[in-house]
């Protein structure tokens, strides 16, 4: 797959899908990828019904959670006593 392909997959991605691959990317990450389909569906159920929306469509609101006005921010604790994520 080349570039230009990547980056028409990704325009038309929408919230849901591009949060929840980042998701399941960041759950392996931090070793908690068995867990990864309960922690994408938890959410998928969060961003319901707005996260169906397309990326590359303008936002209803712009949001200051994230430089690139993305509604959600993912962050993970480094040094804990076990693995979680947080968004």
Do not use: K
């Not at 949060?19 to 759950?27: D, E, P, T």
């Not at 389909?37 to 319901?48: P, T, Y």
Request: hydrophobic share 40%.
């Amino acid at each position: 797959m080349n570039a230009a392909s990547v980056a028409d997959q990704v325009s038309v991605e929408s919230h849901s899908q591009r949060g929840s691959r980042q998701l399941i990317a960041l759950c392996r990450a931090i070793g908690l990828g068995a867990r990864e389909n309960e922690v994408v569906g938890l959410f998928r159920s969060m961003v319901a019904p707005w996260g169906d929306r397309s990326i590359a469509s303008d936002p209803v609101w712009p949001s200051d959670v994230c430089d690139d006005h993305t509604p959600y921010e993912f962050s993970f604790v480094l040094g804990a006593s076990r693995s979680f994520a947080c968004w």
